[in-house]
């Protein structure tokens, strides 16, 4: 069975960084993509970044120059080192894999962004 594992989440003034890891367990291939999706209250689930096996990205515009996606392909693992947080960043973030058409997600992490 697979599954996928986040930790790193928490608490973070403004302004400062927070990074999530990603582990993926019970699988014996390599996801063809993983990433990370975001769900605020009330709001639907979106997609913040994703990067495939080949090295190809993906990004939110919200967050491009501020967050970064990256992978050990060999390991099924994804990290997202996210810096200048801000209040809007609140959300509970989701690790994603994908293969062979199906798609895969971690029970999710709380990332909150307040003073």
């Known amino acids: 069975q697979v599954q996928l594992v986040e930790s790193g989440g928490g608490l973070v003034q403004p302004g400062g960084s927070l990074r999530l890891s990603c582990a993926a367990s019970g699988v014996f291939f390599r996801l063809s993509v993983m990433g990370w999706y975001r769900q605020a209250p009330g709001k639907q689930r979106e997609l913040v970044a994703a990067?495939?096996?080949?090295?190809?990205?993906n990004y939110a515009d919200s967050v491009k120059g501020r967050f970064t996606i990256s992978r050990d392909t060999n390991k099924n693992t994804v990290y997202l080192q996210m810096n200048s947080l801000k209040p809007e960043d609140t959300a509970v973030y989701y690790c994603n894999g994908q293969s062979l058409g199906r798609d895969y997600w971690g029970q999710g992490t709380q990332v909150t962004v307040s003073s």
């Open positions: 990067r495939t096996s080949g090295g190809s990205t």
